[in-house]
């Protein structure tokens, strides 16, 4: 089992940037495939990116490719989700998600994949 703990959101102004760490409790961080999500106040929770255990392979959703990274550090267990040029649209509760599917990267797009979840954190990008 895997505990996972958000933190790095805030309030920035459109075209700022922002970087999300997620620290993961347990010895197994390294075998699990790990996702970022984003659930804006009224809307269903929306894939952002995903990474693959060894990061060797990374997806993204297409409104925020080109502005996004997802990477992760094995060895400090922890995830990150670097954002750039970000935009009101992208204000959101930002989640992260472990997954011990090893399924190709481009398939671990919905919640359903994803066995834990961290509390989340707030983005707020101001216009």
């Known amino acids: 089992q895997v505990q996972l703990v958000e933190s790095g959101g805030g309030l920035v102004q459109a075209g700022g940037s922002l970087r999300l760490s997620c620290a993961a409790s347990?010895?197994?961080?390294?075998?699990?495939?790990m996702g970022w999500f984003r659930q804006a106040p009224g809307k269903e929770r929306e894939f952002v990116a995903a990474?693959?255990?060894?990061?060797?392979?990374?997806y993204y959703a297409d409104s925020v490719k080109g502005r996004f990274t997802i990477s992760r550090d094995n060895a400090k267990n922890t995830v990150y989700l670097q954002m750039n040029s970000l935009k009101p649209e992208d204000t959101a509760v930002y989640y992260c998600?472990?997954?011990?599917?090893?399924?190709?990267?481009?398939?671990?797009?919905?919640?359903?994949?994803?066995?834990?979840w961290g509390q989340g954190t707030q983005v707020t990008v101001s216009s």
């Open positions: 347990g010895r197994t961080f390294s075998s699990y495939a």
């Open positions: 990474i693959t255990w060894s990061g060797s392979s990374t």
């Open positions: 998600a472990a997954s011990v599917y090893s399924t190709p990267i481009v398939r671990l797009t919905t919640t359903s994949l994803y066995h834990y």
